[in-house]
């Protein structure tokens, strides 16, 4: 359910970028890797600000669950019987979170280097994004 969840946006994102104009998605294929490294500095800099980092993992619990039992096989000129609702007692995997340190020295170094890939792929992009508006006027 988690993974749906999280690729909703990446399925909306395709939607409308199947709806959008060939200029609209000329500049979201020259920005996307600037929102890439933009995303891992927001995390880089949240990590300085809060002294720790989260991660993910995940953990494999026994629950209660619904399930469906096939029905007995039904005696020769019986009507077939319906599948037995049950329950089950099953594994089921959640994704947590916890708290891990971090190294403020390396998350500086971090930082400060996608903060200069940032300003690199700014400078490409704005220029793709010209040549996107020259190509596909709107």
Known sequence: ?????????????????????PQERCIWRA???????EKLLADVEGNLARGYAWEEYQ??????VR??????PAPPGAP???PQQSLCFEPVTVTLQRRVPIDPAAETRKRDGLAAKRA???RIANAEIAQCRALYPQ
């Open 1 to 21: 359910m988690r993974r749906a969840i999280r690729l909703l946006p990446f399925a909306l994102v395709l939607t409308l970028l199947a709806c959008g104009t």
């Open 31 to 37: 920005t996307q890797e600037l929102e890439s490294v």
């Open 59 to 64: 953990q494999t619990n026994m629950q209660w």
């Open 67 to 72: 399930c469906t039992k096939p029905a007995p």
């Open 80 to 82: 077939p019987q319906p």
């Open 120 to 122: 690199e792929l700014q």
